[in-house]
């Protein structure tokens, strides 16, 4: 996976994030993930990259969650949740900074300095 942010301009730990490696000099590709969803591969990817299982990733308390009838007990497999993040991105967490073959989610914003 090549090095991006998926990012929203909207989310304040998202534009914290961009600003930290900015102004660390790191000039990564900044990919609006709500208007450039990722692909079942991609996320699939993305996971392997953070060490985390889908269901890690999933903004579980995001209003649409709840209305979709989400729960993380449903017993989903991974599969499953990847396919709710591609149908979904606005369930996905952020930001997410893929570095150099590795990735983090930067909440705190400083998680994505171990990157670096």
């Avoid at 790191?26 to 993305?46: A, F, G, M, R």
Wanted: hydrophobic fraction near 40%; charged fraction near 30%.
């Amino acid at each position: 996976m090549r090095d991006l942010i998926l990012h929203n301009p909207r989310c304040s730990k998202s534009r914290e994030t961009l600003k930290l490696l900015q102004d660390r000099g790191v000039d990564l590709e900044v990919v609006e993930y709500l208007k450039q969803p990722l692909s079942k591969k991609e996320l699939t990817e993305l996971c392997a990259l953070l060490g985390l299982k889908p269901l890690q990733i999933v903004r579980t308390k995001e209003a649409l969650f709840g209305e979709l009838g989400l729960s993380a007990d449903s017993g989903y497999s991974d599969a499953q949740w990847i396919d709710v993040l591609a149908s979904h991105p606005k369930l996905m967490e952020r930001p997410i900074v893929v570095y150099r073959g590795k990735a983090a989610v930067g909440r705190p914003p400083e998680n994505v300095l171990t990157l670096l």
